[in-house]
C-alpha cells in the first residue's frame, strides 16, 4: 500500500526539464511529500520533500497542489546523470513503490 | 560527513547456508532501518531500530531473519537459512530524530546478495 501513482517510466531530453508527477488523493493532513531516486546500483538517495507549499533545493523544485492530491517534482535541467527511478513517499513510514524510472535522452 | 557503511557489497551463497550483512549509519543517528530490494521492485523494510530497541519488525520474516543493534551504533542482520527468494539487495539506512528531518533517511549502497 504505497499510497501513491506514479507513471512507471518517462522520457526527457538533455537539458531540459523533467516534470515528474505523483498522485497521492489519500493523503492526510500531516502528511509529508518525499521524493528519492535510485541510481542503478547505489541506494535511494533524498532529493526534497513539502507539505503545502511549493519547495525548491539545490536538486529540484517540488510542486504540491492545492487540495494536495498531487505534486510534481521538477529537475530543471536534465542531465545524463539525472537517470534513475524516482520514488514518491507521502507517509512517515516510508514505503516504497516501484516508482518512475525516468530515462534521459542524449 | 561520512555515509553509511555497509559490507560487504556482494556476497554469494548456497541455499540453506547463513549470511549475516553489516551497517554502520550516519554518526549520532538514532534511527536505523533495513530494507529488502528485490529486483524490478522498490525497498521493502524489514526491520527499524530507535537506538538499541526494535520499532517495527513486522515485515521481518522472523523464521529465518534476524537483526541487532546491541550498542544503539552499528547493525547485523543475518539470514539463516537462506532460501533462493532471499537474493536481493539489503539496503541499511539511517535517519536523525530532529523535527520533520527525523524521516529524511539517508541509505547505503546495500550488499547484493545472490542464492544459489
Known amino acids: 500500500d504505497a499510497k501513491t501513482t506514479q507513471p512507471t517510466s518517462m522520457d526527457c531530453a538533455e537539458g531540459r526539464a523533467a516534470n515528474l508527477p505523483c498522485n497521492h488523493s489519500t493523503i492526510s493532513g500531516n502528511e509529508y511529500v518525499y521524493w528519492y531516486r535510485q541510481i542503478h546500483s547505489q541506494g535511494p538517495q533524498y532529493i526534497i520533500h513539502?507539505?503545502?507549499n511549493n519547495e525548491t533545493n539545490e536538486m529540484a523544485s517540488l510542486i504540491i497542489t492545492e487540495d494536495r492530491k498531487s505534486s510534481t517534482l521538477i529537475l530543471p535541467h536534465a542531465t545524463l546523470r539525472d537517470t534513475a527511478v524516482y520514488y514518491c513517499i507521502v507517509r512517515a513510514k516510508i514505503i516504497f513503490g516501484k516508482g518512475t524510472r525516468l530515462h534521459i535522452l542524449p | 560527513e561520512a555515509g553509511v557503511a555497509q559490507s560487504p557489497r556482494y556476497k554469494i551463497i548456497e541455499k540453506r547456508q547463513s549470511v549475516a550483512f553489516w551497517c554502520n549509519p550516519i554518526s549520532g543517528h538514532a534511527t536505523l532501518y533495513w530494507y529488502q530490494q528485490i529486483l524490478g521492485q522498490g525497498p521493502k523494510l524489514l526491520i527499524q531500530f530507535q537506538n538499541n530497541g526494535v520499532v517495527d519488525d513486522s515485515q521481518l520474516p522472523k523464521d529465518r531473519f534476524s537483526a541487532e543493534r546491541l550498542k544503539g551504533v552499528d547493525s547485523t542482520l543475518k539470514i539463516q537459512p537462506a532460501k533462493l527468494e532471499d537474493s536481493a539487495v539489503y539496503l541499511c539506512?539511517?535517519?536523525?530524530?530532529?523535527?520533520?528531518?527525523?524521516?529524511?533517511?539517508?541509505f547505503g549502497a546495500g550488499t547484493r546478495l545472490s542464492v544459489l
Open positions: 539506512a539511517s535517519s536523525s530524530r530532529t523535527g520533520v528531518i527525523k524521516n529524511i533517511q539517508y
Open positions: 513539502g507539505l503545502k
